[in-house]
């Protein structure tokens, strides 16, 4: 006798009442160029003894950082407790296909099949942090992952976020056998979706080369700091030599003398014929006195 597989499908239920329905995320965008210094490497051919030096050089890194303003969230009910998640969702400005990041989905069986009526929350998808805000970040162009590999300089990103409500539990996937279902099955541990908010408003950011970036905030958002870091090459060695110059003395560079002691010596000279012309006249008088 072949059995449903919805009729198998057990998930232990948390019934709640009046489940919150949590607010409209409100959230900001921001570019942020993060470049890796690579430095210069040096290889030695083994057979020719040749030396190859590559220069050092910068790899770009650039991420796009969605702050998004925390909402107050609380509620539990018959011992489970419910939790605030984010769901994020981006296209190209000029497009019309938007790729959301953690879909909620149905859960699937072992052949591939899902169970319509159980929705569950993707188990990496950004939960509400402890702080005022929550900061996800998402490497662009060939570093990051699908679909932000798409993302090249110049491009115009649109983004919403949606806050989703779910909780812990578990579900029973019976194996399936030839279309039939057995008795088997394994509990996996889940998050079930309960309820959410509608999407945001969109932003709008313009993703540019390096560190310079335009961005575009949707509602009231928060204004973050976020610096961009740059390894800068260590800088080459110098030296400087500072001089202090002699101001108001002039200095005798080689023999002979300059003009103020020239000046000296022929005042000194003067003098001592003056003196010598005094002595020869006085003793002349004398002289004639005594005759």
């Not at 900001?28 to 030396?51: F, W």
């Not at 999407?199 to 560190?211: C, D, G, K, Q």
């Not at 958002?221 to 090459?233: H, I, K, V």
Request: charged share 10%; glycine share 6%; aromatic share 10%.
């Amino acid at each position: 006798m072949a059995f449903s597989c919805l009729s198998l499908l057990m998930v232990k239920p948390a019934t709640a009442q009046s489940i919150p329905t949590p607010s409209v995320p409100e959230f900001t965008l921001k570019v942020v160029a993060n470049p890796i210094y690579v430095p210069p490497t040096t290889t030695i051919d083994p057979y020719t003894g040749n030396v190859t030096t590559q220069a050092g050089y910068y790899v770009q890194n650039t991420s796009i950082v969605i702050t998004i303003k925390n909402q107050p969230f609380s509620y539990s009910y018959n011992g489970t407790t419910y939790n605030l998640y984010y769901n994020v969702r981006l296209k190209g400005h000029f497009g019309q296909d938007w790729t959301e990041l953690y879909p909620v989905s149905n859960v699937i069986d072992s052949l591939g099949e899902s169970f319509g009526n159980s929705l569950y929350v993707p188990s990496d998808s950004p939960s509400e942090s402890n702080s005022d805000y929550t900061v996800l970040s998402y490497v662009v162009g060939a570093n990051g992952n699908y679909p932000f590999t798409q993302i090249l300089p110049d491009s115009q990103v649109d983004f919403q976020v949606e806050a989703i409500v779910g909780h812990v539990s578990q579900v029973y996937v019976p194996d399936i056998y030839d279309n039939a279902a057995s008795f088997v099955g394994t509990y996996y541990q889940v998050i079930l979706f309960d309820t959410s908010s509608s999407w945001s408003n969109t932003a709008t950011i313009t993703v540019v080369n390096a560190a310079n970036a335009s961005s575009t905030s949707a509602s009231t958002a928060p204004n973050p700091t976020a610096t961009p870091t740059l390894t800068s090459m260590p800088p080459q060695n110098s030296t400087a030599t500072t001089r202090n110059p002699t101001v108001g003395i002039k200095t005798k560079t080689g023999a002979g003398f300059n003009c103020i002691e020239l000046a000296l010596f022929t005042s000194l000279a003067v003098i001592a014929g003056l003196v010598i012309a005094v002595v020869a006249l006085v003793r002349r008088n004398n002289r004639k006195r005594e005759k």
